[in-house]
């Protein structure tokens, strides 16, 4: 019989006739397996891995390449096991199911990944991923693999360690996208690999290495895992040196997008805790400190509407500013936005900022080169819009003119309406998205119209704006009823045309 022949091979025999089933099944895309090589794959693949690993871990610390490449084998065949799965799910099912009750198979799988000549081979951290995600369905087989990996990372050397790293990365961002998320046991160990990431990235920065504590602070953010005070004392030492998280396009964009995360976007700031606080107004601080030494510049000036002028140097990435931008009012919103020389500094930075990237300089007011530079980006304009507003009511009860960057709430609302030719289709796309916050800041900026009125009026006759505006709106509350009426809007309606109604109210034409 075929099965009986296989048990009289070596292992590495064994394990390349393995290779061979695997790869033939893979070409053709379907599970057309006789009994027997289903056996293989069920009894004698596990057992096959287990022996390999146990010679593997007999010579440790450094096994044989030949060793180490019959590891490799055996994992590469597992994996493509593991990718079989998605094509036939009753077989997937069964054989992983087979498998998870297999103390050979998961004991030997848990000594692979405390296996560092294997492990740290670039090939096999993607390959073990993709198998610790295949088989751990369920919450404790998830918590085990993540708690061998903390194991072995501790373990390694300081030149080893963000090679290492990788695979915890990696486990932890697949494991937030199939909603395995570790149990509260691994917080102290994943605080403690924190810990040790920036202690190194302190003794060497290089971009290889920063870009991986990046990645792995992200990963451990979004698991939801760590208490967000706790998350932001073990990492602010690195995170608030904002200068070196400029020194390469890929590090920015990795350290702002983690910053954004980090930072809550508030509607009441009195609701953050201390520490949240705290962080934002010392990386409000780094930024204001690092803009203007980081961020390079075209050549050339650049005014807003008669204000001072920048000089400027050489472009970076569009949406890198516009996360910084909205990283510097985002600080600001949840710190002290009664102090007049933080909205003042945040202002110059994002002149800075903008001359940057301006494609045609010209003498033009803050608010619409602002606008004109968000407008490809829905959701971060609409933050912007949200987060000038939300600074705008907050400094209003202590500052004399509450104009944030130069303009106010109102001139934000027409300028974008304007730039939109008052076509209600826009908004009420943005209305039933979830894709930005358009409802939130709508709603907050007709609270704020209500108790501001006569600026509003003022505003509208200024830009001559008020029978547009009144038009859209009705346009805009029709095509919601209409909506509605059949089922189609995606939530209740009525609070957001209460609303609509108080705008109407407001803007009357004449």
């Given amino acids: 019989m075929f099965c009986q022949k296989l048990t009289m091979l070596t292992a590495e025999k064994l394990e390349l006739l393995h290779s061979a089933i695997f790869e033939n099944i893979l070409e053709r895309n379907r599970f057309c397996l006789s009994d027997e090589v289903i056996n293989i794959i069920e009894e004698l693949l596990p057992k096959s891995i287990a022996n390999v690993v146990a010679l593997a871990k007999s010579e440790q610390p450094d096994p044989s390449w030949n060793l180490i490449s019959l590891c490799l084998l055996h994992l590469s065949c597992l994996q493509n096991v593991c990718q079989s799965f998605s094509t036939q799910e009753i077989y997937k099912v069964q054989l992983r199911d087979k498998w998870l009750r297999s103390e050979i198979l998961i004991d030997a799988l848990f000594d692979l990944v405390l296996l560092k000549s294997l492990v740290l081979q670039n090939t096999a951290i993607v390959t073990i991923t993709k198998v610790v995600n295949a088989l751990s369905t369920a919450s404790h087989v998830y918590q085990e693999w993540v708690d061998k990996i903390c194991h072995f990372i501790s373990a390694c050397g300081d030149d080893e360690f963000f090679t290492a790293v990788e695979i915890m990365t990696n486990v932890l961002t697949s494991g937030q996208k199939e909603g395995k998320i570790p149990i509260n046991e691994m917080s102290t160990k994943l605080i403690h690999l924190i810990q040790k990431s920036a202690l190194l990235i302190q003794k060497d920065c290089s971009d290889v290495n920063f870009a991986a504590y990046l990645d792995l602070l992200h990963a451990i953010f979004a698991s939801n895992e760590i208490p967000e005070d706790t998350f932001i004392t073990s990492s602010e030492s690195v995170l608030l040196n904002f200068s070196n998280a400029c020194k390469h396009s890929v590090i920015t964009t990795k350290y702002l997008k983690l910053v954004k995360h980090i930072l809550p976007l508030s509607t009441n700031a009195r609701a953050r805790s201390s520490c949240v606080k705290k962080f934002a107004a010392e990386l409000f601080s780094a930024m204001v400190a690092g803009i203007p030494k980081s961020v390079q510049h075209k050549p050339g000036e650049h005014g807003f509407g008669g204000a001072k002028k920048v000089e400027a140097k050489q472009s970076c990435s569009s949406p890198d500013v516009m996360l910084m931008v909205n990283i510097l009012l985002k600080c600001i919103a949840l710190t002290d936005c009664g102090n007049s020389l933080v909205p003042e500094k945040a202002t110059i930075c994002i002149k800075i900022l903008l001359c940057a990237n301006s494609k045609n300089p010209q ?46 709430p109102h001139q934000a609302f027409l300028s974008l309406v304007q730039r939109l030719a008052f076509d209600n289709s826009i908004l009420l796309d943005w209305l039933t998205s979830e894709e930005t916050q358009f409802l939130l800041y709508f709603i907050k900026y007709i609270k704020y119209c209500h108790k501001t009125q006569n600026d509003l009026l003022a505003e509208c006759k200024r830009c001559n704006a008020t029978s547009s505006l009144n038009e859209m709106l009705i346009k805009l509350k029709k095509s919601i009823e209409r909506l509605s009426a059949t089922n189609l809007f995606p939530y209740s309606a009525k609070p957001l045309l209460r609303n609509i109604d108080l705008f109407l109210a407001i803007v009357k034409p004449v």
Wanted: proline share 2%; hydrophobic share 45%.
């Fill in 363 to 408: 003498q033009s007011s803050l608010e619409n080169e602002l606008l004109e530079f968000y407008f490809e980006q829905d959701d971060l304009l609409i933050e912007f819009l949200l987060l000038h507003l939300l600074i705008s009511t907050s400094s209003a009860k202590t500052l004399e003119k509450p104009a944030f960057c130069g303009f106010s």
